[in-house]
């Protein structure tokens, strides 16, 4: 009776023991994620694409069941629906990842053009990549760099500010160009003038 519990008890423990190691090692070893985007900085209303690279680096091969994505502007009721966010179902071809094996996914996105834009400035992309037996997703997250209108008109004036500049220049130096015409074709015009001859020669009287 007292071997019964005993290996009963050990049982217990191994398997408590063999239950937190699988969640240490779940919740340290995780796959390695990448995110970029096709352009640096965008402008209120341009399109862009979404690159999110996976790389397996557990040890063994691995499983994606989907991956989502929520932009800074999610959730967004557009059109009778709510947009602002993708999610890519890998197919079963691509769904397996071996070993030190990286595999690339990308969503096409739209900047909006409205006051939501603003949302860019406080929040990232958030990516989330559900593996198939782990009860946490791989998640990560990308800032989104958007022009804003108050950065366009600081620039158009910078613009019209140089464009002043340069057309005083080419004023002054255009009036200088004329004046110089000018004063050279009169001393010309004085030269080429001949002087008054008189037949006889004037006297000056002497008090």
Known sequence: MQLKKELGLTITLLILLITINYHTVSAQQIPFLQLWTDKPSYKPG??????????????????????????PWYPSYIDGKWTGNDTIIPSIKDRKLRYQETRCFESSFKIPSDSRVSLVENEPIRVR????????????????????????????????FILMIIQIILTVVSAVIIAATINLSVKKLIEATPKPQFPFKIEEEEE
């Open 46 to 71: 341009e399109e862009g694409k979404l690159f999110i690279a996976v790389h397996n680096n557990l040890g063994s091969d691995i499983f994606i069941n989907k991956i989502v994505i929520e932009y």
């Open 129 to 160: 990549v559900f593996l198939a037996g782990f009860d946490t997703p791989r998640s990560d997250y990308l800032d989104l760099k958007v022009e804003t209108v108050s950065s366009y008109n600081i620039v158009g004036l910078d613009v019209i």
